[in-house]
T-cell receptor, first 111, second 114 residues
């Protein structure tokens, strides 16, 4: 079964501090993994996906298949990073292509 | 329109009434999802439509919930005999090719059952 776990409901850091939002997954095949972000009063939107191996707004995420993790990191948090972050997983084809989300982590960056 | 559109934006209903929530996906997107977002529960998967395949209904919480997608486009989520615990934001998303591609979300429908 597909499952995504984000152990922290709230992560509070000061501006300039490093940030790591944890995500662990369970899936028997080769998953596609994503991070989505929802800023206040905005729609949920894609932040990054593991297959792209890119850095978006200073955030990166590395897929660790051994640990089944896909943690989101940023070396220096900014106040505008305050938002709800969701880790998501999808299988690759057919009905396994459904997109499952974790419980979400609220990131609060204090000035 | 250019994005996923959901209606109504807000719905207040009395316990026991039926409600219908509508989603207009991005034109040409083959996959459509419904999720429920509530405090402390995160983003709960409800149902997934992909092309002409049978929908994945594994996330529907009870038989009071149903959804259909007509003509591979517009989708309606129906909740019968609403209960207070159904209060939440219901989100719809569509993707071009299923879960492997970026999902585009609607603004959601906030349902309040009183």
């Amino acid at each position: 079964a597909q499952r995504v776990t984000q152990p922290e409901k709230l992560l509070s850091v000061f501006k300039g501090a490093p940030v790591e939002l944890k995500c662990n997954y369970s899936y028997s095949g080769s998953p596609e993994l994503f991070w989505y972000v929802q800023y206040s009063r905005q729609r949920l939107q894609l932040l990054l996906r593991h297959i792209s191996r890119e850095s978006i707004k200073g955030f990166t995420a590395d897929l660790n298949k051994g640990e089944t993790s896909f943690h989101l990191k940023k070396p220096f948090a900014q106040e505008e990073d305050s938002a709800m972050y969701y880790c998501a997983l999808s299988g690759q084809r057919g009905n396994t292509g459904k997109l499952i989300f974790g419980q979400g982590t609220t990131l609060q960056v204090k000035p | 329109g250019a994005g996923v559109s959901q209606s109504p934006s807000n719905k207040v209903t009395e316990k026991g009434k039926d409600v219908e929530l509508r989603c207009d996906p991005i034109s040409g997107h083959t996959a459509l999802y419904w999720y429920r977002q509530s405090l402390g529960q995160g983003l709960e998967f409800l149902i997934y439509f992909q092309g002409n395949s049978a929908p994945d209904k594994s996330g529907l919480p009870s038989d009071r919930f149903s959804a259909e997608r007509t003509g591979g486009s517009v989708s309606t989520l129906t909740i019968q005999r609403t209960q207070q615990e159904d209060s939440a934001v219901y989100l719809c998303a569509s993707t071009p090719l299923g879960g492997i591609t970026e999902a585009f979300f609607g603004q959601g429908t906030r349902l309040t059952v009183v």
